[in-house]
């Protein structure tokens, strides 16, 4: 089952990015809930910022968006370390762009 909630996190965070995508294609306005946000960006990005607007985040981790004085990452991967396995809690999360010191 933990591999399944870290496929599920990654599916999520792309349906969430693939729709700001379009929407933003389309001159659409969308801003998807801040929860749904938080939650699944804690599994697959799990040195993303933590403390910053829910949304603005799986942008960054992503790639697409700059964030609080950070720039925009030219590089990004997903991390489908599981749970428990040698990974930082999320309240313990670094503050800088995937482990840079």
Do not use: I, K, Y
């Not at 801040?34 to 993303?48: E, H, I, M, Q, T």
Request: hydrophobic share 40%; charged share 20%.
């Amino acid at each position: 089952m933990r591999l399944a909630g870290g496929f599920a996190a990654t599916g999520s965070v792309e349906a969430l990015v693939r729709t700001q995508d379009l929407t933003r294609g389309f001159g659409l306005a969308w801003n998807p809930p801040a929860d749904l946000c938080a939650r699944v960006l804690a599994r697959p990005f799990p040195n993303a910022r933590a403390g910053t607007e829910p949304w603005l985040a799986p942008l960054w981790a992503t790639g697409r968006a700059g964030l609080d004085g950070l720039p925009r990452l030219s590089t990004w991967r997903w991390d489908g370390t599981p749970p428990g396995a040698g990974r930082a809690a999320p309240e313990t999360r670094m503050r800088v762009p995937h482990g840079r010191p």
